[in-house]
């Protein structure tokens, strides 16, 4: 992966965030170890201070352990004061019904446990990672956010995706070339229940694949009893080659799939939202 | 047959359409398509209104070498 070149934009933005940090004075970081939600921990840890800045992670069975362990590990590289809660919205019958608007069910148990956590630390205001791009996608998980106060200063300083790649990577943040990583809920088409199980399946399939070498975007989608494998499209024809379907195939066999299937067209953000009709193709 | 298994087949492509709603999964006892026939295969997908379409890697039951 390339980053983009930091411009004068950029770098305005930049100088933007840090202002706007400054005038909140401290926050608590809505934070999952991603792209986007790091480097903000990270802005935020030297432009506040580490008395002024708290990153909350939320744990739970559709986030990967591997994901949970890496955030853990970055926050303490970076000096960025860290506390791990466990979320529960798998036992939110209304998450785990999984309908188009889960992200709403799933963020509001999040936020609710973050706003009292920031009160009682005295910290003015919640964050969390929302940048530019995102803004125009199909996010019901915002309208959750945004009920509850939460801030996104990434999004209104104008920061996209790719400068916040550029900038990770000049401040040497390991996540700069990381992959977008949503919950694992997501690989779930909706309308079919989310259950520890299912996101169980899908975590240990990706992991397998990821052991066999396969890097970049990455998605195992649950289809019942068939997984349908989302690859960077660079990567497909090598995977369709007779010995590297079979190992493909074992590896997600292993994860408790009968069937194994190779998405022709590759990874797609937001592909079920696709599929559902949610989003146009 | 389906409408895409059959425009599959005259492109060449010969192969069983399970079909769930927008998605078609592409059922072979052969070898996998090649880049190109990859590609048609999306291109003729799309067309018949699907918006994925996918390849069964070693489906159970399918014919082993040999046999």
């Known amino acids: 992966m390339n980053p983009v070149a930091i411009d004068a934009s950029t770098r305005h933005k930049e100088a933007a965030l840090a202002t ?62 860290l506390r791990i809660v466990g979320t529960g919205e798998v036992e939110d019958p209304r998450y785990a019904a999984n309908p188009v608007n889960r992200c709403y069910f799933c963020k509001s148990v999040l936020w609710t446990e973050l706003t009292p956590i920031a009160r009682d630390h005295g910290i003015a205001v919640v964050v969390d990672g929302t940048n530019a791009d995102d803004v125009s996608e199909y996010r019901p998980g915002a309208k959750a956010a945004r009920e509850q106060g939460v801030e996104s200063p990434l999004a209104d300083v104008g ?42 399946q899908v975590e240990r399939a990706e992991a397998a694949l990821r052991a066999l070498g396969i890097e970049g975007d990455l998605r195992v989608r649950h289809h019942g009893e068939m997984a349908r494998v989302e690859l960077e499209a ?31 067209r590759g990874f797609r953000s937001g592909s079920l939202n696709v599929l559902e009709g949610v989003v146009a193709a | 047959m389906t409408p895409l298994e059959s425009r599959l087949r005259d492109a060449g492509i010969a192969c069983r359409v399970e079909v769930r709603e927008r998605l078609a999964i592409l059922v072979s006892d052969g070898a996998g398509p090649t880049h190109d026939e990859r590609l048609r295969a999306i291109q003729l997908a799309r067309a018949e209104g699907f918006s994925h379409v996918c390849l069964e890697l070693e489906p159970l039951g399918a014919a082993l070498p040999g046999d």
């Open chain 1, 159 to 200: 920061l996209t995706k790719a400068e916040i790649r550029a900038l990770s990577r000049e401040r040497d943040l390991a996540t700069w070339s990381q992959p977008s990583a949503p919950c694992l809920a997501s690989r779930i088409p909706y309308g079919t229940a989310v259950t520890v199980e299912r996101l169980g």
């Open chain 1, 234 to 264: 660079a990567l497909i024809d090598s995977w369709l080659e007779p010995a590297n379907a079979q190992r493909l195939t074992q590896a997600v066999r292993s994860a408790g799939y009968k069937r194994v299937a190779l998405d022709l």
């Open chain 1, 20 to 81: 706007w940090l400054r005038e909140r004075g401290s926050v608590l970081v809505g934070y999952s170890g991603g792209v986007d939600s790091t480097y903000l921990a990270v802005v935020a840890r030297e432009v506040l201070g580490r008395d002024n800045v708290l990153a909350v992670l939320g744990r739970s069975a559709s986030v990967p352990a591997e994901q949970s362990q890496n955030a853990i590990v970055v926050a303490e590289r970076h000096d960025v004061p």
